[in-house]
């Protein structure tokens, strides 16, 4: 059944793609998770990450990062090349205070081998957002930096966030793709990147991390939600 089902949201996306115009069109939603069970927390599949620990409560998606481990990375059952995905983030009070400032909470799209993807980041106590391209040879490209972000909100609290990248379709700039992160209402980064063919993934999820060994980091996802570009 979750094969099937994973397989369905990808035609959707295919089928749509097919007929969309540009990467401005309205957007319709296509997928949706509160992790309000565990047959939807279970929707989420491990992408990255060595020791990774997950669980819920009755509303959210758990993780904890175990040793030796940087990141871990989920991807949800929504595949696709242009896509908008949103979710909300928390820095649980949990972690460590040695790791409290470094942790980071992040969305990301394209995402493939190797961990390439566009990537946003928010960190909580530095209120932080960085729109990062992360490359197949473990190399980052820093697309924006935002710095004193007020919508970025501390430990436990809800970080509304949301990364969109649709590749454009006429015009001057045909073949690259825009790139637009939210993080809150505040738009941190809006980027035309005229490399996107360096990512072909077409993953989508969400990571947590602290870009170094993030033993005991823990966070929690909720409220997933993926659209893409209306051909209506």
Request: aromatic share 6%; charged share 25%; proline share 3%.
């Given at each position: 059944?979750?094969?099937?089902?994973?397989?369905?949201?990808?035609?959707?996306?295919?089928?749509?793609?097919?007929?969309?115009?540009?990467?401005?069109?309205?957007?319709?939603?296509?997928?949706?998770?509160?992790?309000?069970?565990?047959?939807?927390?279970?929707?989420?599949?491990?992408?990255?990450?060595?020791?990774?620990?997950?669980?819920?409560?009755?509303?959210?998606?758990?993780?904890?990062?175990?040793?030796?481990?940087k990141?871990?990375?989920?991807?949800?059952?929504?595949?696709?090349?242009?896509?908008?995905?949103?979710?909300?983030?928390?820095?649980?009070?949990?972690?460590?205070?040695?790791?409290?400032?470094?942790?980071?909470?992040?969305?990301?799209?394209?995402?493939?081998?190797?961990?390439?993807?566009?990537?946003?980041?928010?960190?909580?106590?530095?209120?932080?957002?960085?729109?990062?391209?992360?490359?197949?040879?473990?190399?980052?490209?820093?697309?924006?930096?935002?710095?004193?972000?007020?919508?970025?909100?501390?430990?436990?609290?809800?970080?509304?966030?949301?990364?969109?990248?649709?590749n454009?379709?006429?015009?001057?700039?045909?073949?690259?793709?825009?790139?637009?992160?939210?993080?809150?209402?505040?738009?941190?980064?809006?980027?035309?990147?005229?490399?996107?063919?360096?990512?072909?993934?077409?993953?989508?999820?969400?990571s947590?991390?602290?870009?170094?060994?993030?033993?005991?980091?823990?966070?929690?996802?909720?409220?997933?939600?993926?659209r893409?570009?209306?051909?209506?």
């Amino acid at each position: 059944m979750k094969l099937r089902f994973t397989a369905l949201i990808a035609v959707t996306c295919a089928l749509a793609l097919l007929l969309v115009g540009s990467a401005g069109a309205a957007l319709i939603g296509v997928y949706r998770n509160t992790m309000e069970g565990k047959d939807q927390r279970g929707q989420m599949v491990k992408l990255a990450g060595e020791r990774c620990a997950r669980g819920g409560s009755d509303h959210a998606f758990r993780v904890m990062i175990g040793k030796r481990t940087k990141e871990c990375s989920y991807r949800t059952p929504v595949v696709g090349r242009d896509l908008e995905i949103a979710a909300v983030a928390r820095l649980l009070r949990s972690t460590p205070m040695s790791l409290q400032r470094k942790a980071f909470l992040a969305l990301d799209l394209r995402a493939g081998g190797a961990g390439a993807r566009y990537q946003l980041a928010v960190y909580p106590l530095q209120r932080k957002a960085q729109l990062r391209k992360v490359l197949s040879d473990g190399s980052v490209q820093y697309l924006r930096i935002a710095k004193n972000v007020k919508t970025v909100k501390g430990l436990d609290g809800a970080n509304e966030l949301r990364l969109r990248a649709f590749n454009v379709t006429s015009g001057p700039e045909k073949g690259k793709c825009h790139v637009l992160a939210y993080v809150g209402k505040t738009l941190v980064a809006d980027v035309t990147d005229d490399a996107s063919g360096d990512l072909q993934g077409r993953a989508s999820g969400f990571s947590v991390g602290a870009g170094t060994n993030a033993k005991g980091l823990v966070a929690s996802l909720d409220d997933i939600v993926i659209r893409l570009p209306s051909p209506f």
